[in-house]
């Protein structure tokens, strides 16, 4: 008997679409099933100003298939620089949905990212003041702090203490990997989301490290102990509406993952929906799976649902390509390491 199950359109609240070459072959993997997503602006250099994420939107319209329905919302590049009237004037024209803020030297492309943040005060203040979400990567990266413990550390000692000093700044707490994000999300108010990757939802560090380390599982925040993965999944699946499907999927090509200092990123465009309705039925929360997916995000974004509907039926395992050609170079599709057996229907 074939099973379906209609979900409003999804969107990606966190994605990373790069440039040129690269955003032309992967921009189709998210416009074929997402209705929007947040973009990051790590670029080389940066989108920083309202005038760079215009041209970025610009070059993602023209990149986009004959016919989508799809609709980029662009983010700013948080810096010591960043002036405050040019983020709330991208903001009120509707250029600009978020502001994105990477602690200096946290992840991939962070390097103009913030050190000191008492330079940045103003902006969040200003953010405050007109209900624009800030997205936060968090993670401590002070070195001698241990990788597997950097959000934790970073919620401790820089985000409850911003959010402390900046009363009714919106935040949105990015791909959470730790138990201790989750309770630090449900401990607030509504003035706090959280976005869960699709791969943190189905890997721990095992999956990176036994048995030969595997690139193509390594990604920031790197994922941890089983314990947080199974709180991701309760998060995900509980239908509490401050979490939300962000995939983070961020695609490198092969060369640069499969490498001695091997860059970060799970790309799970082409696949996310097909896996994350295995992990929702797995948890006996497929009736969750629309909240996640396509419902408690825009809530939070204070932006309607889509009015579009997406099919997804049961039936025998679904073949992905292994990778993507990308005019960059190829770049392989998340392997969950099980098989998957709910489709999107075309
Ligand atoms: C992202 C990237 O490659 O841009 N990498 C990742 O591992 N998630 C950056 C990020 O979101 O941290
Ligand atoms: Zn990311």
Same mark, same amino acid.
């Given at each position: ?5 209609i ?7 966190h ?12 921009l ?7 209705? #929007? !997503?947040?973009?990051?602006?790590n670029? =080389?250099?940066?989108?920083? *100003?309202? &005038? %760079?994420?215009? @041209? ?17 919302l ?9 002036d ?30 913030v ?15 007109i ?8 993670e ?14 970073f919620?401790?000692r ?5 959010? #402390? !000093?900046?009363p009714g700044?919106r935040? =949105?707490?990015?791909?959470? *990997?730790? &138990? %201790?994000?989750? @309770?630090y ?15 943190h939802l189905?890997?721990n560090?095992?999956?990176?490290l ?11 925040p ?11 999944v309760?998060?995900?699946t509980?239908g509490d ?61 204070r ?44």
């Amino acid at each position: 008997m074939t099973q379906s199950l209609i979900l409003r359109r999804p969107d990606d609240w966190h994605l990373h679409l790069r440039d040129g070459a690269m955003l032309a072959g992967v921009l189709p993997e998210t416009a074929r099933h997402f209705g #929007r !997503a947040i973009v990051m602006p790590n670029l =080389v250099p940066p989108v920083v *100003t309202g &005038a %760079d994420a215009a @041209a970025y939107r610009g070059r993602i319209m023209a990149a986009l298939p004959e016919g989508a329905d799809f609709t980029p919302l662009m983010t700013l590049y948080l810096t010591e620089q960043t002036d405050p009237n040019d983020v709330a004037a991208a903001h009120a024209s509707g250029l600009v949905t978020a502001v994105k803020l990477y602690p200096a030297g946290a992840t991939t492309n962070s390097a103009s990212g913030v050190t000191d943040f008492d330079k940045v005060r103003g902006v969040l203040e200003k953010m405050a003041e007109i209900g624009m979400p800030l997205c936060v990567h968090g993670e401590d990266t002070d070195p001698a702090v241990d990788i597997f413990d950097r959000e934790a550390v970073f919620i401790d000692r820089v985000l409850d203490p911003i959010r #402390r !000093a900046t009363p009714g700044l919106r935040v =949105v707490m990015e791909h959470i *990997t730790t &138990a %201790d994000g989750v @309770a630090y999300v449900q401990a607030n108010d509504a003035d706090l989301g959280a976005t869960i990757t699709t791969h943190h939802l189905i890997i721990n560090r095992n999956h990176i490290l036994v048995g030969g380390i595997k690139p193509h599982y390594y990604c920031l925040p790197v994922a941890k102990r089983e314990s947080h993965r199974q709180a991701l999944v309760q998060a995900a699946t509980s239908g509490d509406a401050r979490f939300f499907l962000g995939t983070d999927s961020a695609p490198h090509i092969d060369p640069l993952k499969e490498n001695a200092c091997g860059c970060a990123g799970c790309f799970t465009a082409t696949n996310t929906l097909s896996c994350l309705a295995e992990v929702f039925e797995t948890a006996g929360a497929l009736d969750k799976l629309e909240a996640f997916t396509s419902l408690n995000g825009p809530a939070f974004y204070r932006l309607p649902p889509n009015e579009a509907t997406l099919t997804l039926t049961k039936g025998a395992p679904v073949a992905y390509p292994a990778k993507i050609q990308t005019g960059a170079g190829p770049v392989t599709v998340f392997d969950p390491g099980f098989p998957l057996h709910w489709q999107v229907e075309a």
